[in-house]
């Protein structure tokens, strides 16, 4: 990126998934927003103009091997177009990851790419982790669910989505605690291999409180 080129605080970026469910996403793109479709993502976008609002790419990119480059181009005709070989080292998703880093991107939404594919999903959730380590955090959402990297302190506003989780990806995590939560855990140790944070609940008044004092986890917030 050369020195003229826009910074952007936040990107939104549209991959490839099953499910989406654009009228039941919380984080909604601003005018201010840097917005990337990545190949399969060029589909989310358009259900997302559809049923939620008229936006219009700054970049589309990927081989495009599974959302053909002339249909893009007829519906995002303002769009930077980046094209990669099929043949290439990344996913299309990481290769939007590290532009929209390369513009000054703090924070990352990546919008669909869940369900379908298991190894696609897992990919998604192990990119947040390189995206916090290039210094910024991240989101993954279909709409129905929300999944970021807990922080040393989270807060779970009341009112969302009615189940949350926390999933360790180290083998063990220390000093966990949940307050305000249907099944609380106080300073506990939880093991990758079998852990009992999945599907606890909000109380009915109030927000809920996440520690994790070592060791890295996925919270994710799901409805029905």
Sequence with gaps: MNGTEKKYHRAFIFTGGVGF???????????????????????ALLQFCERVKKISPHIVLGDMDSFDKKES??????AEFLSFPPEKDDTDTALAVDTALEHGC????????LGGRLDHTLAIVYLLEHIRARGAEAFVTDGKNLAYLAKR???????GRKYVSLIPLDKTLHGVKMDGFYYPLDAATLE??????????????????ITVEEGTALIVETGD
Excluded: W, Y
């Design 73 to 78: 181009l007829e519906n995002f005709p303002n």
């Design 21 to 43: 469910c654009p009228e039941k996403m919380t984080l909604i793109p601003d005018d201010d927003d840097l917005v990337i479709a990545a190949d399969s993502g060029c589909s």
């Design 153 to 159: 302190q989270n807060v779970v506003k009341h009112g």
């Design 106 to 113: 703090l924070e990352i939404i990546l919008v669909c790419g």
């Design 192 to 209: 990758r291999s079998r852990f009992l944070s999945i599907s606890n609940e909000l109380r009915t008044e109030g927000d809920g409180h």
